[in-house]
């Protein structure tokens, strides 16, 4: 959803709000929606308009965008909320203020609860009987006689055939009008997140079928602390039918907020308050607390397994690229072989075969052969090796078929790379080839290039979640859009190399325009300056300021288009030159002529001291490259296969996934073992991301190994299975945050509510769903 005008009121008081709310300047967070409103997208809010957000970075610029959302969203609910009332002649001035008055999308709701058009409940129908002056006089509690006084409401012709009868009907308005209330529900609530319990018990005879949840067979946990793996593995267990959930605090302590607000003494007509305030709790307003708190789980525990998994790609993506290389790539298998590719220095394929290393001698001195020559026919640089079925066994064989000293064989991991053969992208890409070929191409493009090759594929099949398929797929493609468009943007694309799917995420461009980017190379030729990007059909004036500056063109007619300098900044630099007597090419070559630049004699209205200063940095590293260098690595060569490990065991890993619980870790068994988070270092963790990240090369113990279930217990500890110290400041091994992300820069939380709770916990909840 676009983010409101800039200028209205409601904007306004939004930004007001998001002020508060992100301790930010009013100029900032009005500069950014102005900016988002005109269509400029997040990387480049945050690259290229420093002095207009006072250098906010991506992280606060799309929490803004974010919480403007929340907001619109709330407001176009109480707008159809006011339509409603008005509609069905409920509106009064005091409901209208009060509705205007609401901060929270939970608290606009609790107002429309009275006034919803509804099905038949107990309370209509009481009411259709004419009941509901008797349950206002009982409410009162003014020391009326109700059965003398529901005598006078006694109708056979209205159904109400006696004294008990009449009464029962008024103590059903009277509990509909307790659960309506808004205090009610409000002080309720919070007893839901403070005091409730989930508990989860398994299904009568389905303890077999159900032996993955058996954790969960008879399990309780405070709702105000169950993490949201919990969460999300109960939730499964019950969709499946294997467990039942139910979640409420002890009734006595909901019944007795209840009676403390409804019931005014101890004479009879309390008595019939008591009786339905209890009927109340029971039939009613416990079980739309339990859905309220279910969905607020589900939200919570979404919103901490989307960002787990936005943590993890987000370092996958940016994991180290070999670089522009030859390379060969092995789709490694036994019985139906090793598909063999060999690929230039862009990725092109050249050329494809099968080997059969792995059946009989006569196989493998063929495969030997053929790996051998075309190593010298393609002159490769590197070999990589899907870590798949045969992958440990197909690289020890190229290891001994080549020189490995000179020519590196590595292990590349292919989660994805069958989605990716299979898909509309890859026929389109090599329409005359099989899967195996498209796969094997996949398996050295990785290599070469993580990130423009893992772009192709749906980062939910990549496998670095935590039940990502269990979270809303909307807000979860969502985040995972914006992290591959931060990391796109904030590497840079080469437009002469770029696939369409690698163009797709560059700002202000899309599946369209990178089409016809494409289209236009093809026909025309290479890119030779980035002017020539106005050319592309489609591609107007917006389009090329906000994608201008992520494209990059190495060896063009200006030097600065290989860099990160924006076009619009090109004469600044040009001024520079010109005032130093050299040409550009020289400043960026000449670290002396550029300690000569004084950035403040070219400040001006629009260009302040964080874009020069980014312009400076852009000099001496023209496009640089934020991933870090390659560096090689290599599986202990005694261990391929879980058998072969011992408890005791220290060896080289590899994490493959972060989730709150641990880190997966892949030793070359065809099989990742668990690192638990309290086996993650010498010390309390709290969360595993502060600690370990995706890609990151570790060495680990072997504590248990599980054959029959397949599962690896390891340890990073120094001794593996002590007590940690808890009193040590976490560490991060590495940078999580987007590329070219300055210290320096501001960064606001993520959107809060809009109103302050007591509880922090129900805070928290608020704040994941706006509420």
């Not at 607390?289 to 969905?295: F, G, I, N, S």
């Not at 064989?397 to 000179?406: E, L, R, Y």
């Not at 990007?533 to 494209?551: D, I, M, N, S, T």
Request: glycine share 8%.
């Amino acid at each position: 959803m676009s983010a409101p005008h800039a200028s209205t009121p409601e904007t306004h008081s939004h930004i007001s709000v998001i002020c508060t709310e992100m301790n930010l300047d009013a100029a900032q967070t009005t500069a950014v929606a102005k900016l988002l409103e005109d269509g400029a997208t997040v990387p480049f809010i945050a690259r290229y308009r420093k002095e207009a957000t006072g250098s906010l970075d991506e992280v606060a610029v799309a929490a803004i965008r974010d919480r403007l959302t929340q907001l619109q969203e709330l407001d176009s609910r109480r707008e159809a909320i006011l339509k409603s009332l008005d509609q069905h002649g409920h509106l009064t001035d005091d409901l209208e203020a009060r509705v205007l008055a609401a901060e929270t999308m939970t608290g606009l709701e609790d107002i429309y609860l009275p006034y919803r058009p509804k099905r038949r409940t107990k309370a209509t129908i009481a009411r259709e009987k004419g009941l509901e002056p008797l349950a206002l006089a009982i409410l009162a509690q003014d020391g009326v006689d109700p059965a003398a006084l529901a005598a006078g409401y006694v109708d056979p012709e209205k159904e109400v055939a006696g004294v008990d009868e009449a009464l029962a009907g008024a103590r059903d308005i009277i509990a509909e009008t307790i659960n309506e209330d808004p205090q009610v529900r409000s002080r309720v609530r919070d007893l839901f997140f403070e005091k409730a319990v989930i508990s989860s018990q398994v299904v009568a005879g389905k303890e077999s079928e159900g032996a993955k949840y058996k954790d969960y067979f008879q399990w309780e946990e405070a709702v105000s602390k169950v993490p949201s793996h919990r969460i999300l593995a109960m939730r499964r267990g019950e969709k499946e039918d294997i467990l039942g959930l139910s979640i409420a605090p002890q009734a006595e302590l909901a019944i007795a907020i209840l009676e403390d607000l409804f019931v005014k003494g101890d004479g009879p007509d309390a008595d019939q308050v008591r009786t339905a305030a209890h009927d109340a709790y029971k039939r009613l307003l416990s079980r739309s607390m339990e859905t309220e708190v279910r969905v607020a789980l589900k939200e919570r525990a979404d919103a901490e397994a989307i960002r787990v998994f936005a943590d993890n790609l987000r370092q996958l993506l940016l994991a180290s690229p070999l670089g522009a290389k030859r390379v060969m790539g092995i789709d490694p298998g036994f019985r139906t072989g090793c598909k063999v590719v060999c690929l230039d220095r862009q990725g092109k394929l050249l050329h494809n075969d099968t080997v059969y290393p792995h059946g009989s001698d006569r196989q493998a001195e063929a495969a030997t052969r053929t790996i051998q020559e075309l190593s010298r026919q393609f002159d490769i640089e590197a070999v990589a090796v899907g870590n798949g079925t045969a992958g440990r066994e197909t690289q020890a064989f190229v290891k001994g078929a080549v020189d490995a000293q000179t020519l590196p064989v590595i292990m590349v991991n292919e989660s994805g790379a069958s989605i990716y053969s299979a898909s509309e992208i890859a026929r389109q890409e090599f329409p005359d080839h099989d899967l195996t070929v498209r796969g094997a191409v996949s398996i050295g493009r990785r290599l070469m290039d993580p990130l423009s090759e893992l772009v192709k594929i749906d980062p939910k099949s990549i496998g670095v979640g935590q039940y990502q398929h269990d979270v809303d797929p909307f807000a979860l493609k969502g985040s995972l859009d914006d992290v591959v468009g931060s990391c796109v943007n904030g590497v840079g694309v080469e437009v002469n190399q770029a696939s369409v799917q690698l163009l797709t995420y560059v700002s202000g461009l899309g599946p369209q325009l990178a089409r016809n980017i494409v289209a236009y190379r093809d026909e025309h030729g290479a890119f030779t300056g980035r002017e020539m990007l106005r050319k592309v059909k489609r591609l107007g004036p917006k389009a090329y300021e906000q994608c201008a500056g992520f494209l990059r063109i190495k060896d063009g007619e200006n030097p600065l288009d290989a860099s990160a300098v924006h076009p619009e900044s090109y004469p600044v630099v040009q001024t520079m030159a010109d005032d130093l007597g050299c040409s550009v090419s020289d400043l960026m070559s000449d670290a002396g002529l550029r300690k000569k630049i004084d950035l403040a004699r070219y400040v001006t209205g629009t260009i302040g001291l964080p874009t020069l200063t980014d312009i400076l940095d852009e000099l001496a590293k023209p496009g640089r490259d934020p991933r870090e260098p390659f560096e090689l690595f290599s599986f202990d060569e005694n261990v391929a296969a879980i058998e072969d490990l011992e408890p005791g065991m220290r060896l080289p890993g590899i994490i493959t996934n972060v989730t709150n619980f641990g880190a997966f870790v892949d030793i070359g068994v065809h099989q990742d073992g668990l690192v638990h988070i309290s086996e993650l270092c010498d010390r309390f963790v709290k969360t595993p991301a502060d600690v370990v990240a995706v890609q990151q090369k570790v060495t680990v113990t072997v504590m248990e190994v599980d054959l029959p279930r397949k599962r690896i217990s390891l340890s990073m500890r120094s001794q593996p299975g002590s007590k940690p110290q808890p009193k040590a400041q976490p560490r991060r091994p590495r940078r999580t945050h987007p590329p070219g992300h300055r210290n320096k820069t501001k960064t606001a939380p993520g959107p809060a509510a809009a109103r302050p709770f007591n509880n922090p916990f129900a805070d928290a909840f608020r704040k994941a769903s706006g509420r």
